[in-house]
């Protein structure tokens, strides 16, 4: 730590992601950046979490860290991280896009009642993405495994653990709301882990990191850096953001995801809308998808061309891409669940088969899965006054250029930042400060995009009607 009393406090954030560790060293009182480092992680749907820690420390070598006070993760939600009694991994992690529990989600969801009587319980329903579901494929599956659990956490939790084990102040496994909320085992609302579907999962009760409130302390280490309790990833982009009401993000990453920071929970008798916890110590409702950012990779590999050059093909292309429609259901899907899905072209003829309708359909078929989104949460009786869009792909210029006329409402793509790492960076800073609020950072803007008006707007009305009936033909919503 610096001995000047002139030098900035800093905190870090730390955003460890699906695809990567990213680490944000940030000036706690105005939330300027000082410095970044970021490390891969593996690629697949399970992963060694002693992984995860290699890229944390690559991330923060050369002294990344000198003079932080206080640290927070966020990290990939959902991800079964299971634990013997002495604290050591029992096997790879299966992480949120590792779909192999889709059975074990449809048989849950029927021993249980149904959908609504999940909602009821805990906000949601079980989908092959949430923790739950994974605990009851790894009893069914691995039995020898799953009698050695003696504690079930989560990603960000685990990487939190291992800074505050190295650092000599580790005392029990904690985590926050926010990713305790999607578990599909923790009652966000009574804030209290539902020990009864734990024993569903696998049918006993196993142990829990324990939640700390948003701004509370999580632990120390021995040389006084203050650790917070972190965050799942959409919980901390949103609290990097700032969100204010009327805000809905739509985030372009691996996956897609459209969340807004809410007073109160929302219950999705369909269970698209998850009812999740926020990292603000409110909620935070989210839908999320599968297919996002890497349906533009695919369509890109299919026409021989890079990102760059899938934009200039369909920004050639009409509004509609001539009647092409692609549901992208390239990995199956979350929402809706369709875990076993593959993607779908629609309208296909002689006159719209060329490379930049194909382009295009598949940027209008990425955003449409996400408006589907939007509306669910407008339907909810939440404000929708603007889209807040975020993740790889909103830096797409076709993207940019056809979002709006799809949402509908003015859409802001904020300047490039790590928002989940800012997130962590911003409860750390708060942790740090003791304050009842988190410190009011500034977010700048780098485009405000403007929806079409009149004939204009017809075409994206018409793009979304064609992609809901070939949806609601294919599969029931």
Known sequence: MSNDPQAPRLVAGVDSSTQSCKVVVV????????????????????????????????????????????????????????LDESGEVIRDALLWND?????????????L????????????????????????????????????????????????GQILKQGNGFERWVTDRSDASGTCYFDSVGNAYRSDLQRMALGREFGVPHVVGPHE??????????????????????????????DVVVSLGTSGA????????VRDERGLIASFASASGAHLPLMATLNAARVLTAAAQLLGTDLA???????????????????????????????????????????????ENLARAAVEGMLANLVAGVDDLRHL?????????????????????????????????????EYVGLGAARQAAWVLSGADEPPDWSVADEATLDPPKGDAA????????????LRDTLHRR
């Open 99 to 111: 779909t192999r529990s889709a059975q074990a989600a449809r048989d849950l969801t029927d021993e």
């Open 458 to 469: 017809q075409g994206g009305a018409e793009v979304l009607a064609r992609y809901a009936t």
């Open 113 to 160: 009642g149904g959908v609504s009587a999940w909602v009821d319980a805990v906000g949601m329903s079980p989908l092959p993405s949430f923790t739950i579901t994974k605990v009851r494929w790894l009893a069914e599956h691995e039995p020898d495994n799953a009698a050695r659990v003696a504690d079930v956490v989560l990603p960000h939790d685990w990487l939190t």
């Open 309 to 355: 050059g899938l934009d200039r093909l369909a920004l050639a292309a009409e509004a509609g891409a001539g009647g092409l429609t692609l549901l992208p259901y390239l990995d199956g899907e979350r929402s809706p669940n369709l875990p076993d899905a593959t993607g779908t072209l629609g309208g296909l003829t002689r006159t719209n088969a060329t490379p």
């Open 27 to 82: 000036d706690a009182a105005t939330g300027e950046v000082v410095r970044t480092g970021r490390a891969a992680h593996p690629d697949g749907t399970s992963v060694d979490p002693a992984r995860w820690w290699d890229a944390y420390l690559e991330a923060t070598k050369d002294g990344l860290l000198d003079g932080v006070q206080a640290i927070a993760v966020g990290g990939q939600q959902h991800g079964m991280v299971a």
């Open 258 to 265: 459209v969340f807004a920071d809410a007073a109160e929970p």
């Open 217 to 246: 302390v999580a632990g120390r280490t021995e040389a006084g850096l203050v650790v917070g309790p972190g965050a799942g990833d959409n919980a901390g982009a949103a609290l990097g953001l700032g969100l204010q009401r009327g």
């Open 381 to 417: 009786g939440l404000p929708v006054e603007r889209v807040v869009l975020i993740g790889g792909a909103s830096a797409s210029a076709a993207v940019r250029a056809v979002a709006p006329g799809l949402f509908g409402v003015p859409v802001v793509v904020p300047a490039p930042g």
